[in-house]
């Protein structure tokens, strides 16, 4: 006798997976057999290719990095451009290189050679430590998951967010306005992070970040872990403060669909190199991109 368990077939159980991207898809793959295709439709991509996508003059230009850790490099040659308060998001297979960019503009990585340049007037920022980039260079880090401080309160890890600043009234001020700005953390301030909710734990550490009042928002997997209300909770937030705040962001999203909608600009990365660039909405329609990291 069978159990509704034994009549599901192989071919059953692969077409109920999702995609990276969050899509169905009918088979599934190896990051192996992505990276492979990915490298295969890999297209030419020039510096001016890159600052034909930004909006007015590059805010935040990558020249020639490489970058990893200790003896291992990552990035090869990597090139980006993104414009003042637009967003760029980056995908691509597990091992790509995404989360290093990121790591390699906070002062995460070892760079072997390469620069870094942030603003009109190129500031390098190639060798800044990751305090002097969010205290001089207003640049923020918002990690995955898990980076909130479970046993203190919403207000004292808002504090923590402030660190930096010359005296800790300063960053209460700045908690505050936080505060102002988002009800639903304010409404919990005394409560222990570890009792909030996943979204709420989300804009926690978004918010973290804002104490410093950064210009550009390093956001890493933002949706990685939540519910589907809480992903559109986020990239709410982040459009927000992209378009009413006025903030640059780059993204690493696992979530290609999520990503590429949100995003004003697109890269797909393969091993350590960038593969292809565009406009998000015209990566969304790619189909190539879209076999691979959109579930259709």
């Known amino acids: ?10 071919q059953d159980t692969a077409a109920s997976i999702r995609g990276y991207g969050g899509g169905k898809v009918d088979a599934v793959i190896s990051v192996d057999e992505v990276t492979r295709q990915v490298a295969e439709m890999a297209e030419t991509v020039n510096v001016s ?9 590059p805010y935040v230009m990558i020249d020639g990095l490489n970058a990893g850790y200790g003896k291992m490099q990552i990035l090869h040659d990597f090139h980006l451009r993104v414009g003042r308060k637009q967003s760029l998001c980056l995908i691509g297979p597990n091992g790509a290189g995404k989360s ?4 390699s503009i906070f002062g995460f990585t070892r760079i072997f050679s390469g ?14 430590t990751p305090n002097q980039k969010l205290a001089q260079a207003g640049i923020a880090y918002i990690l995955q998951d898990k980076s909130i401080f479970p046993g203190m309160t919403v207000e004292e890890n808002l504090w923590m ?5 010359d005296r800790p009234a ?16 304010a409404a919990r301030r005394k409560h222990q992070a570890k009792v909030l909710s996943g979204g709420e734990r989300r804009l926690l550490e978004i918010s973290r970040a804002l104490v410093m009042n950064p210009e550009l928002l390093l956001v890493d ?3 990685i872990g939540l519910e589907p209300r809480f992903i559109d909770m986020v ?6 403060l992209q378009h009413n705040e006025q903030k640059t962001i780059i993204m690493v999203e696992q979530n290609a669909k999520k990503g590429l909608e949100f995003a004003d600009i697109g890269y797909v990365l393969v091993s350590g190199e960038l593969a292809i660039a565009g406009r998000g909405d015209d990566l969304l329609a790619n189909p190539k991109v879209g076999e691979l990291f959109l579930g259709g």
């Open 170 to 185: 300063r960053a209460r001020e700045a908690a505050e306005r936080v505060f102002d700005k988002y009800p639903r953390l």
């Open 1 to 10: 006798m069978s159990t509704e368990q034994d009549k599901n077939t192989p």
């Open 161 to 165: 967010g402030g660190y930096l600043k």
């Open 100 to 103: 290093t960019i990121l790591h």
């Open 235 to 240: 990239f709410e937030i982040l459009h927000d």
């Open 221 to 223: 997997e933002p949706s």
């Open 115 to 128: 620069q870094i340049t942030i603003g009109s007037e190129r500031r390098d920022v190639t060798a800044m």
């Open 49 to 57: 290719d890159l600052d034909s996508l930004c909006k007015g003059d």
